[in-house]
């Protein structure tokens, strides 16, 4: 299942990356007219010169030995998802982190406090924050925390961890914000069940009902939901990336597109496919250990 | 020759090409001393950049890699920042024979390049046939389309790699000759087309490109950290006039980040483009020094079209609007268009466009005169460009209150736009850009405008303008050349292929922590060698 998904990605990207209108060569070269044998030069080193299906086996594979191709510009793609990969990586775990505890948290307390003023307050205030567009949130924790008040850096990679903690929490506020929404529903729906209630006339702690019962069977969805965030955070944050100047994939992936740099989107994009569906895999399988009911053939 | 993307040359927000204003001195002290005071010499500051495509000088067409590698070489013509005018840099002399086919070019001697190798004619000439070379495949290719044996070695299996036209007289001195004279060669010389190379560059160009090797007053320090910084330092036996600061910083930026680390004083200078620069006006009005770069921005005009072949008609169009109010609303780092090409360039002539300033009851009598317009008149954008989109339209409403037209605006992706542009199938003007290589009046006009230009996309086909711009060609010196170009440039302001529009801003705001910021004359790029560091660290 996962590989004809993954063929057909490339096939998708490929074919619109590639038959788009507009000619990438001219561009690099201003639109100046180009010796011929400079074009075939260039043509040649790219396989621009032969027909699509040619080009899209050239590059599969490629792909096979871990070659994404080279840029317009003569750089390794592959080189340059090396070098952004761990960018990103880093940024996507810490938002996760964020998204894990402070989303989990919001959801128990949200769901046991009930109709209790700290419920009220985490309702709104999780509402409140998934309104907020990313972009609003990155600017604003970027002007009040790195240029007012000068804890933590504006942009850039440079200062190690404390680079990625702004960043992080723009990103893991709002995932929290909205996993702790539709945790604390989940959770609240098997608080009424009858085998809450069962297990509580038989006197067992509170503790063992809510960790044991309630949260494994909140778990599968919940679950879910942590897998799809963390596919969406490593096909790189674009957005976050951009205003903190992260070198991560997400920056990439714009540079690419602006410039019409065929190989280098076709590369991230399948990047983040492979990401997205090894991701929902591992996924998939956690669930199935979780909830027995849940089988795979 | 290239046009420029607007938002290309707003995102990156940087230079177009660069040319290092060290040396100048005389021939070839080996510690040439600084002319300026003691003290001030020393320290480290940063500036913005962009990650550049490249840095091999031959294949570099963007302004990042040019910014970088005007620090790293003295090339052999820089420019002076008052009048734009060609000079001798690394060259000691550039002369013109009388038939104007061939130029000799003597190199001052004992320059090195970073790695101590001799700057030798061999130097150039060698990487003039590298870059010359087609199968080589590199971009700059065609700035080489001039010189004897171009066409020779481009062809699909050249027999030779060489240019016939490149000769070495002896260690300083080699020859050029062209196909037909042209009195702009020495401007073209300030292009990064035109470096030297040292030998090691033949034998791993890749290995090159990550720390490139020149023979200017800053070498690398260090290998090019991708997406983060390039990092320059000071040439230590650099025989032309040294820079200022020890250590230059290039930190890469992609976005907005630049001007918020510069707000956190993270970043010495930095450029400041359309969205902040009413910001700056008011938080940083000493430093911000607001320039017109080399950019023209105009609307082009399909004069392949049988309704825009009545100047008339382009005239009005052109005198409806009112610029000066467009940029001070909306394109505030633009400022408006009154000539051809750039204040900066030489042969500029302020107010030179007489249909360039408003004139409502003027355009009003000349689009009657010349009959009206009728239907729909659509002015052409690129898509995704929020800000030009609120300005094209508030000139598609000044054509329909002033005039009487019924205009309206049209949003292209940008790939589609380029392809229906080049491929001349445009209904009505679109919005555009042109950089140039060189600054010469030459590099604006014959492009753009004739016949055979490299970017006539217009359709304007004027044999009387050729024989103009081919006489200024011609001209026995760059002085001679420009009333020439003058004359054929009031050709096209009276025909009027295209509405001028402005001149983007190149605009710069510093920290007090820098002094002595400086714009490379007609060049857009930052003169880092005379950047001054307020207190250096010992």
């Given at each position: 299942?996962?590989?004809?998904?993954?063929?057909?990605?490339?096939?998708?990207?490929?074919?619109?990356?590639?038959?788009?209108?507009?000619?990438?060569?001219?561009?690099?070269?201003?639109?100046?007219?180009?010796?011929?044998?400079?074009?075939?030069?260039?043509?040649?080193?790219?396989?621009?010169?032969?027909?699509?299906?040619?080009?899209?086996?050239?590059?599969?594979?490629?792909?096979?030995?871990?070659?994404?191709?080279?840029?317009?510009?003569?750089?390794?793609?592959?080189?340059?998802?090396?070098?952004?990969?761990?960018?990103?990586?880093?940024?996507?775990?810490?938002?996760?982190?964020?998204?894990?505890?402070?989303?989990?948290?919001?959801?128990?307390?949200?769901?046991?406090?009930?109709?209790?003023?700290?419920?009220?307050t985490i309702l709104a205030g999780t509402l409140v924050m998934i309104t907020i567009p990313t972009l609003v949130l990155g600017f604003v924790l970027q002007y009040v925390f790195g240029i007012k008040l000068g804890w933590l850096p504006v942009a850039g990679i440079q200062a190690g961890w404390q680079s990625y903690v702004l960043?992080?929490?723009?990103?893991?506020?709002?995932?929290?914000?909205?996993?702790?929404?539709?945790?604390?529903?989940?959770?609240?729906?098997?608080?009424?069940?009858?085998?809450?209630?069962?297990?509580?006339?038989?006197?067992?702690?509170?503790?063992?009902?809510?960790?044991?019962?309630?949260?494994?069977?909140?778990?599968?969805?919940?679950?879910?939901?942590?897998?799809?965030?963390?596919?969406?955070?490593?096909?790189?944050?674009?957005?976050?990336?951009?205003?903190?100047?992260?070198?991560?994939?997400?920056?990439?992936?714009?540079?690419?597109?602006?410039?019409?740099?065929?190989?280098?989107?076709?590369?991230?994009?399948?990047?983040?496919?492979?990401?997205f569906v090894f991701t929902t895999l591992i996924v998939d399988l956690l669930c199935a250990r979780i909830d027995p009911r849940i089988s795979y053939e | 020759m290239k046009r420029v993307t607007i938002w290309v040359a707003a995102v990156a927000a940087l230079a177009m090409f660069a040319v290092s204003c060290g040396g100048g001195g005389g021939g070839g002290t080996p510690s040439g001393s600084s002319s300026a005071p003691p003290g001030v010499q020393g320290g480290t500051f940063s500036f913005v950049n962009a990650e550049p495509s490249t840095l091999i000088p031959g294949n570099d067409y963007e302004s990042a890699g040019g910014q970088v590698l005007e620090a790293l070489f003295t090339r052999l013509v820089t420019f002076d920042f008052e009048t734009g005018a060609p000079l001798p840099a690394q060259a000691e002399?550039?002369?013109?024979?009388?038939?104007?086919?061939?130029?000799?070019?003597?190199?001052?001697?004992?320059?090195?390049?970073?790695?101590?190798?001799?700057?030798?004619?061999?130097?150039?000439?060698?990487?003039?046939?590298?870059?010359?070379?087609?199968?080589?495949?590199?971009i700059l290719n065609f700035f080489f389309d001039r010189i004897e044996g171009y066409d020779a070695i481009n062809v699909d299996k050249p027999k030779t790699k060489e240019l016939s036209g490149l000769a070495i007289v002896d260690d300083t001195t080699f020859t050029v000759t062209l196909t037909a004279p042209f009195s702009q060669f020495e401007i073209t010389l300030g292009y990064d087309a035109f470096d030297p190379l040292p030998k090691v560059f033949y034998d791993d160009p890749d290995a090159y490109n990550e720390e490139p090797i020149g023979d200017g007053p800053y070498m690398m320090d260090g290998p090019w950290k991708h997406d983060e910084t390039i990092n320059l330092t000071r040439y230590p036996d650099y025989a032309g006039t040294p820079g200022f600061a020890d250590n230059i910083e290039l930190p890469i930026y992609t976005g907005n980040a630049a001007w918020a680390d510069f707000q956190a004083g993270n970043l010495d200078i930095t450029?400041?483009?359309?969205?902040?620069?009413?910001?700056?006006?008011?938080?940083?009005?000493?430093?911000?020094?607001?320039?017109?770069?080399?950019?023209?921005?105009?609307?082009?005009?399909?004069?392949?079209?049988?309704?825009?072949?009545?100047?008339?008609?382009?005239?009005?169009?052109?005198?409806?609007?009112?610029?000066?109010?467009?940029?001070?609303?909306?394109?505030?780092?633009?400022?408006?268009?009154?000539?051809?090409?750039?204040?900066?360039?030489?042969?500029?002539?302020?107010?030179?466009?007489?249909?360039?300033?408003?004139?409502?009851?003027?355009?009003?009598?000349?689009?009657?005169?010349?009959?009206?317009?009728?239907?729909?008149?659509?002015?052409?954008?690129?898509?995704?460009?929020?800000?030009?989109?609120?300005?094209?339209?508030?000139?598609?409403?000044?054509?329909?209150?002033?005039?009487?037209?019924?205009?309206?605006?049209?949003?292209?992706?940008?790939?589609?736009?380029?392809?229906?542009?080049?491929?001349?199938?445009?209904?009505g003007p679109w919005w555009s850009g042109w950089g140039m290589d060189y600054p010469s009046m030459q590099d604006y006009l014959t492009p753009l405008y004739g016949t055979n230009g490299g970017y006539n996309t217009s359709g304007y086909d004027n044999p009387a303008f050729d024989d103009l711009m081919k006489q200024g060609?011609?001209?026995?010196?760059?002085?001679?050349?420009?009333?020439?170009?003058?004359?054929?440039?009031?050709?096209?302001?009276?025909?009027?292929?295209?509405?001028?529009?402005?001149?983007?801003?190149?605009?710069?705001?510093?920290?007090?922590?820098?002094?002595?910021?400086?714009?490379?004359?007609?060049?857009?790029?930052?003169a880092l060698e005379l950047v001054q560091v307020v207190q250096p660290s010992s």
């Open positions: 299942m996962v590989v004809p998904v993954l063929l057909g990605t490339i096939l998708l990207v490929f074919g619109m990356v590639f038959l788009a209108p507009g000619d990438p060569i001219a561009r690099l070269a201003g639109n100046k007219p180009l010796s011929p044998s400079t074009v075939a030069a260039i043509k040649a080193r790219y396989h621009l010169d032969q027909p699509f299906l040619i080009q899209f086996w050239e590059y599969i594979k490629a792909l096979s030995h871990g070659d994404f191709g080279a840029t317009f510009t003569g750089r390794d793609v592959s080189e340059i998802i090396k070098e952004r990969f761990p960018v990103t990586l880093k940024l996507a775990l810490g938002a996760f982190s964020i998204d894990v505890v402070l989303g989990l948290t919001l959801s128990i307390v949200a769901a046991v406090k009930r109709r209790t003023w700290i419920d009220s960043p992080a929490l723009t990103l893991g506020l709002i995932y929290a914000a909205s996993l702790g929404r539709l945790g604390r529903s989940d959770i609240l729906d098997n608080l009424s069940g009858e085998h809450i209630r069962a297990a509580t006339a038989r006197g067992l702690p509170r503790r063992r009902v809510l960790g044991h019962h309630v949260l494994k069977n909140s778990l599968v969805p919940i679950v879910t939901i942590f897998g799809l965030d963390l596919a969406y955070l490593m096909g790189g944050a674009v957005i976050v990336e951009s205003i903190f100047n992260l070198p991560g994939l997400g920056q990439s992936l714009i540079v690419g597109v602006r410039t019409s740099n065929g190989p280098l989107v076709v590369g991230l994009v399948m990047l983040s496919a492979i990401i | 002399s550039i002369t013109q024979s009388d038939d104007g086919l061939t130029w000799t070019i003597v190199i001052k001697d004992g320059w090195t390049f970073h790695n101590g190798e001799p700057v030798t004619a061999q130097s150039y000439v060698d990487a003039w046939n590298y870059t010359a070379y087609g199968p080589n495949g590199y450029l400041v483009g359309s969205d902040h620069v009413e910001e700056a006006r008011i938080a940083y009005p000493d430093t911000l020094n607001e320039q017109a770069s080399s950019t023209y921005l105009y609307l082009g005009v399909p004069v392949y079209d049988e309704r825009f072949q009545n100047k008339e008609i382009i005239q009005a169009l052109s005198m409806a609007v009112d610029r000066q109010a467009v940029m001070d609303a909306i394109l505030v780092a633009e400022q408006p268009a009154d000539d051809l090409v750039p204040p900066a360039i030489v042969g500029y002539r302020s107010g030179a466009c007489q249909y360039c300033t408003l004139d409502v009851a003027g355009a009003q009598q000349k689009l009657a005169e010349a009959g009206g317009w009728t239907g729909e008149l659509t002015l052409n954008i690129y898509a995704d460009d929020v800000v030009l989109e609120q300005a094209m339209e508030a000139v598609v409403n000044q054509w329909k209150q002033n005039l009487g037209i019924d205009a309206k605006l049209k949003a292209t992706p940008y790939p589609s736009y380029d392809a229906a542009i080049q491929a001349r199938e445009m209904t060609d011609q001209a026995a010196t760059v002085d001679a050349s420009v009333p020439i170009y003058q004359q054929a440039a009031d050709m096209i302001l009276e025909d009027l292929p295209l509405i001028p529009w402005g001149y983007i801003g190149f605009n710069t705001v510093h920290q007090p922590t820098v002094t002595n910021v400086l714009k490379n004359g007609p060049i857009d790029s930052l």
